[in-house]
């Protein structure tokens, strides 16, 4: 991969793209991903590699079996940041979102990109499908403050100068025309310019659930009234420990799984009550999906890059595999 390595190459006074450089890169290399039978797992794990930038890269999605074997990947054209927020349309299709270009790509069943697009100019973190067969996108970010720890530097809106976002909900019908836009609340996170960062819809088909990162809040939006219920949890201040903080967020049927750094917690949908809680290995598990069955869940470490497949029974590691540090964004798994 060293002849991938970005450079600033000058001729003259004026500067190639950088972008239009890894473009041409990413083209160039060779994508393996198969069409999608019933239970593969696929993880966005990008190629970070600018040192300029810590979330600028090669856009690179996994295919591994329900087991982690690894079977291929697909490197994505048409993007330049972090690729995540993987999700299945109902049709199979599979979406993710490079969500600090502002981009929205899709995946056919047949493992080929179909295309990357522009709805907004704004910062997506993930898509949830409505019976209706409209569509919500949900905006990662809420204010203005740049996260100083990293060396990424955020976009800000036209429309509200110096902002990152103003936090909101869009809801696009089947034309790809935005028809709605809502205003839940949000916590802000621990740069305090989170909004809806993670998401999933609920069993009742029009309840959002979702996080802030790194927020203490579980929050809920439901769209048919257009209005945010009360939180579905909210933990106690902290006494003495580190603080509570919410990270991804994934649901089958009626419960609400929730890595929470160093453990897997279980939740009721309904209730917000605490159901099983499970110890992982090590500090920095902050991805989940849970399988369609209720079985079993895939989590991610952001800090090693192990993926592991966890029984929701007892917690036992039943499969694990390891990508990259720092890179992991998404899982998502195929439910035929």
Same mark, same amino acid.
């Given at each position: /991969?060293?002849?991938?390595?970005?450079?600033?190459?000058?001729?003259?006074?004026?500067? +190639?793209?950088?972008?239009?450089?890894?473009?041409?890169?990413?083209?160039?290399?060779?994508?393996? /991903?198969? %069409?999608?039978?019933?239970?593969?797992?696929?993880?966005?794990?990008?190629?970070?590699?600018?040192?300029?930038?810590?979330? @600028?890269?090669?856009?690179?999605?996994?295919?591994?079996?329900?087991?982690?074997?690894?079977?291929?990947?697909?490197?994505?054209?048409?993007?330049?940041?972090?690729?995540?927020?993987?999700?299945?349309?109902?049709?199979?299709?599979?979406?993710?979102?490079?969500?600090?270009?502002? +981009?929205?790509?899709?995946?056919?069943?047949?493992?080929?990109?179909?295309?990357?697009?522009?709805?907004?100019?704004?910062?997506?973190?993930?898509?949830?499908?409505?019976?209706?067969?409209? +569509?919500?996108?949900?905006?990662?970010?809420?204010?203005?403050?740049?996260?100083?720890?990293?060396?990424?530097?955020?976009?800000?809106?036209?429309?509200?100068?110096?902002?990152?976002?103003?936090?909101?909900?869009?809801?696009?019908?089947?034309?790809?025309?935005?028809?709605?836009?809502?205003?839940?609340?949000?916590?802000?996170? /621990?740069?305090?310019?989170?909004?809806?960062?993670?998401?999933?819809?609920?069993?009742?088909?029009?309840?959002?659930?979702?996080? %802030?990162?790194?927020?203490?809040?579980?929050?809920?939006? @439901?769209?048919?009234?257009?209005?945010?219920?009360? @939180?579905?949890?909210?933990?106690?201040?902290?006494?003495?420990?580190?603080?509570?903080?919410?990270?991804?967020?994934?649901?089958?049927?009626?419960?609400?799984?929730?890595?929470?750094?160093?453990?897997?917690?279980?939740?009721?949908?309904?209730?917000?009550?605490?159901?099983? %809680?499970?110890?992982?290995?090590?500090?920095?598990?902050?991805?989940?999906?849970?399988? +369609? @069955?209720?079985?079993?869940?895939?989590?991610?470490?952001?800090?090693?890059?192990?993926?592991?497949?966890?029984?929701?029974?007892?917690?036992?590691?039943?499969?694990?595999?390891?990508? %990259?540090?720092?890179?992991?964004?998404?899982?998502?798994?195929?439910?035929?």
């Amino acid at each position: /991969m060293a002849q991938l390595h970005r450079r600033h190459v000058l001729v003259g006074s004026a500067a +190639f793209s950088i972008h239009a450089m890894i473009a041409n890169a990413q083209e160039q290399i060779l994508s393996t /991903m198969q %069409s999608f039978p019933k239970s593969d797992v696929f993880v966005g794990a990008t190629l970070l590699n600018n040192p300029q930038d810590d979330h @600028d890269g090669l856009g690179r999605i996994f295919q591994y079996d329900a087991e982690l074997i690894e079977k291929g990947a697909l490197w994505v054209t048409g993007t330049t940041h972090v690729v995540g927020g993987l999700t299945f349309a109902p049709d199979g299709t599979l979406w993710a979102f490079d969500n600090l270009g502002w +981009f929205a790509l899709t995946v056919g069943r047949d493992g080929k990109q179909k295309w990357t697009k522009r709805f907004l100019d704004r910062v997506i973190g993930k898509v949830q499908f409505l019976a209706s067969e409209h +569509f919500l996108f949900t905006e990662y970010f809420n204010g203005e403050v740049q996260t100083e720890t990293l060396t990424t530097r955020h976009q800000t809106l036209s429309d509200h100068p110096g902002q990152l976002g103003v936090g909101q909900i869009y809801e696009f019908d089947v034309k790809d025309k935005l028809v709605r836009t809502y205003t839940p609340d949000v916590h802000g996170g /621990m740069s305090r310019s989170m909004a809806i960062t993670h998401a999933i819809l609920a069993s009742d088909g029009k309840t959002l659930i979702y996080t %802030s990162e790194t927020g203490p809040r579980l929050m809920r939006f @439901d769209v048919a009234a257009a209005k945010p219920p009360p @939180d579905l949890k909210t933990p106690p201040p902290s006494q003495g420990g580190p603080p509570a903080m919410f990270l991804d967020v994934a649901c089958t049927g009626t419960k609400i799984f929730l890595p929470l750094g160093n453990k897997l917690a279980v939740v009721d949908e309904k209730s917000g009550q605490d159901l099983a %809680s499970f110890p992982l290995p090590a500090f920095g598990w902050a991805v989940i999906i849970a399988f +369609f @069955d209720g079985a079993f869940a895939y989590v991610a470490n952001w800090f090693t890059g192990d993926v592991a497949k966890i029984s929701l029974a007892d917690g036992a590691s039943l499969a694990q595999t390891k990508i %990259s540090p720092k890179c992991i964004s998404a899982i998502a798994q195929f439910a035929g």
